[in-house]
Every structure is written in structure tokens, then in C-alpha cells.
């Protein structure tokens, strides 16, 4: 079965860097796209990176030029770095999969930004 497992996550200061990760299982991950999304208390979950399988990125304008979705398919893992962290990054933060027309969540990992 997929499962998604994230981890990384803590607590940072604000212009600090965090390196999340996502390690997959139960299905053939160089073949999908990977999605990272956050969820912040009181607020909707939202879309923070795409990496394709082949390695394009796309992100969101918050995450522009601060975030870096990477992955190895070797190891079944894809990467978020981030960097230049604000306390409005602070949030749970998912990697998400969609296999066979559904979705699958990890448990997500917690940042938390503050001084």
C-alpha cells in the first residue's frame, strides 16, 4: 500500500532553514509527481510545491524563491528546503501523491517559525 512518511520539521528562527522530507513506499515513485502541501491552524490546507517526475518544479508565490522541491528516486524520497523562513511559513506540511485517481497523505511534520 502507498505511504507517505514526512519528517524534518521543528522549530526554526525567523530567516532560518529547514530541510523537510517525504519518503515513499508502495508504488513506483519515479513515476509520479509529488506535491507538498502546509496547513496552518484555522486555515485551509494549500499547495506549496509540485516536483514532476522528471524533476520540474512549480510553486506557490509564497514559496517562490525561498523553497526548493528536489528528489531522489534511488532512494524513493523527495525533498523541501527551505529557507528565509517568516512565522507565517509556521504550519504542518504534507507530501501528497496521486495514484490511480486517488490521493495519499502522509501524516505531516510540524514547523513551527518563531523567536
Known amino acids: 500500500q502507498v505511504q507517505l512518511v514526512e519528517s524534518g520539521g521543528g522549530l526554526v528562527q525567523p530567516g532560518g532553514s529547514l530541510r523537510l522530507f517525504c519518503a515513499a513506499s508502495g508504488f513506483t515513485f519515479s513515476n509520479y509527481a509529488m506535491r507538498w502541501y502546509r496547513q496552518a491552524p484555522g486555515k485551509e490546507r494549500e499547495l506549496v510545491a509540485i516536483?514532476?517526475?522528471?524533476?520540474?518544479?512549480t510553486y506557490a508565490d509564497s514559496a517562490k524563491g525561498r523553497f526548493t522541491s528536489s528528489r531522489d528516486n534511488a532512494k524513493n524520497t523527495v525533498y523541501l528546503q527551505m529557507t528565509s523562513l517568516k512565522v507565517d511559513d509556521t504550519a504542518v506540511y504534507y507530501c501528497?501523491?496521486?495514484?490511480?485517481?486517488?490521493?495519499?497523505w502522509g501524516q505531516g511534520t510540524q514547523v513551527t517559525v518563531s523567536s
Open positions: 516536483i514532476g517526475s522528471s524533476g520540474g518544479t
Open positions: 501528497n501523491v496521486i495514484s490511480r485517481g486517488r490521493a495519499y
